[in-house]
T-cell receptor, first 113, second 115 residues
Framework: QKEVEQNSGPLSVPEGAIASLNCTYSDRGSQSFFWYRQYSGKSPELIMSIYSNGDKEDGRFTAQLNKASQYVSLLIRDSQPSDSATYLC?????????????FGAGTQVVVTP | EPEVTQTPSHQVTQMGQEVILRCVPISNHLYFYWYRQILGQKVEFLVS????????KSEIFDDQFSVERPDGSNFTLKIRSTKLEDSAMYFC?????????????FGDGTRLSIL
């Protein structure tokens, strides 16, 4: 069974600090990786995508990918109360699938003023 | 910005009844998906659809479920005889023209409550 694992949290972060979220995946053939934000009762909203090893920055967000370690992470700099949400790691598994996503259970982030 | 739209936002149905959830994917997208999320649990893949046929389905997607793209714009999920355990948020998603390295765009979801 191919799995995507995340720490469930909650991860409590002071306003202005850096939130660090981790995700591991079991399918070594996975091709692309996504971070979604989900507010309670709402749908997943795309934050970042990453496909190659290394770092990718977009505003206050940085995604990091290490395919050898099967690890992807998300950093949120200068955390704001509006960043309080559940962050979902989504993985597009092996190349021969029809693009379905496997989601982790999500990490709840709480930014405290 | 184009978006995926889903109707209704909330559906309440008696157990054993049929329910149809509707989605309008982004207009130039070719790959369509249904996911569900039981309260407090992870988002789970149900089915993917491409070129007017199911391309992949999960073990959750049993004979009670079906999907259809009846008119080139709508994408529907039908549950033939609902069970209590079908209560969940159902999300429709669509993806662009190339299958790899493309994010999926999600609709706002339909909350299905089975009584």
């Amino acid at each position: 069974q191919k799995e995507v694992e995340q720490n469930s949290g909650p991860l409590s972060v002071p306003e202005g600090a850096i939130a660090s979220l981790n995700c591991t995946y079991s399918d070594r053939g996975s091709q692309s990786f996504f971070w979604y934000r989900q507010y309670s009762g709402k749908s997943p909203e795309l934050i970042m995508s990453i496909y190659s090893n290394g770092d990718k920055e977009d505003g206050r967000f940085t995604a990091q990918l290490n395919k050898a370690s099967q690890y992807v992470s998300l950093l949120i700099r200068d955390s704001q109360p509006s960043d309080s949400a559940t962050y979902l790691c989504a993985v597009n598994p092996s190349r021969d699938s029809w693009g379905k996503f496997q989601f982790g259970a999500g990490t709840q982030v709480v930014v405290t003023p | 910005e184009p978006e995926v739209t889903q109707t209704p936002s909330h559906q309440v149905t008696q157990m054993g009844q049929e329910v149809i959830l509707r989605c309008v994917p982004i207009s130039n997208h070719l790959y369509f998906y249904w996911y569900r999320q039981i309260l407090g649990q992870k988002v789970e893949f149900l089915v993917s659809f491409y070129n007017n046929e199911i391309s992949e389905k999960s073990e959750i997607f049993d004979d009670q479920f079906s999907v259809e793209r009846p008119d080139g714009s709508n994408f529907t999920l039908k549950i033939r005889s609902t069970k209590l355990e079908d209560s969940a948020m159902y999300f429709c998603a669509s993806r662009g023209r190339t299958i790899s390295n493309q994010p999926q765009h999600f609709g706002d979801g339909t909350r299905l409550s089975i009584l």
